[in-house]
T-cell receptor
């Protein structure tokens, strides 16, 4: 079956630090991969996506590259801000309707 | 602007009562979903629907019911059979392979 494994949190960083959240997946075929972000008390927002191997998704300074050889889609940001404090979810879609989500990683950025 | 609207934002339920959470989308998406999120946990799928008048159980359907009489609407009823209904409920919609658009959520509390 399809599954997503995210690095466990919580992650606490200082402002301007480098952020990496690891995500690996198990799926048949060539799924689309996503990162979602959830700010406190809100729903999830799509942060970025990649639909095929070696694609790089990027948005708001965040990047993730679809690596089929390592079945990974790690999220990175070079310099985090306090406003990046949120829960981040990795997800995959095997090109049907359903998404499989990771458990989420809570990130706290301190000023 | 197209989007997905959940109401109410906060809902209080007495023991033994049924309550219905509303979810409406004007994105012309075929599929709609209900997820439950508990503090510090990921998303668990309750029900989903790919077309009007059809829906399937997710991983935690017991104590919940849904209907899909219109493409735009996918209400969730939390019945008295759900023993621990206090949670954050998220509705989402999608078209095939494109990821989800989420609503802003309904926080249900049993009083």
């Amino acid at each position: 079956g399809n599954s997503v494994t995210q690095m466990e949190g919580p992650v606490t960083l200082s402002e301007e630090a480098f952020l990496t959240i690891n995500c690996t997946y198990t799926a048949t075929g060539y799924p689309s991969l996503f990162w979602y972000v959830q700010y406190p008390g809100e729903g999830l927002q799509l942060l970025l996506k990649a639909t095929k191997a070696d694609d790089k998704g990027s948005n708001k300074g965040f990047e993730a590259t679809y690596r089929k050889e390592t079945t990974s889609f790690h999220l990175e940001k070079g310099s985090v801000q306090v406003s990046d404090s949120a829960v981040y979810f990795c997800a995959l879609s095997p090109n049907d309707y359903k998404l499989s989500f990771g458990a989420g990683t809570t990130v706290t950025v301190r000023a | 602007d197209g989007g997905i609207t959940q109401s109410p934002k906060y809902l209080f339920r007495k023991e033994g009562q049924n309550v219905t959470l509303s979810c409406e989308q004007n994105l012309n998406h075929d599929a709609m979903y209900w997820y439950r999120q508990d503090p510090g946990q990921g998303l668990r799928l309750i029900y989903y629907s790919q077309i009007v008048n059809d829906f399937q159980k997710g991983d935690i359907a017991e104590g919940y019911s849904v209907s899909r009489e219109k493409k735009e609407s996918f209400p969730l009823t939390v019945t008295s059979a759900q023993k621990n209904p206090t949670a954050f409920y998220l509705c989402a919609s999608s078209i095939q392979g494109s990821g989800y658009t989420f609503g802003s959520g309904t926080r249900l509390t049993v009083v």
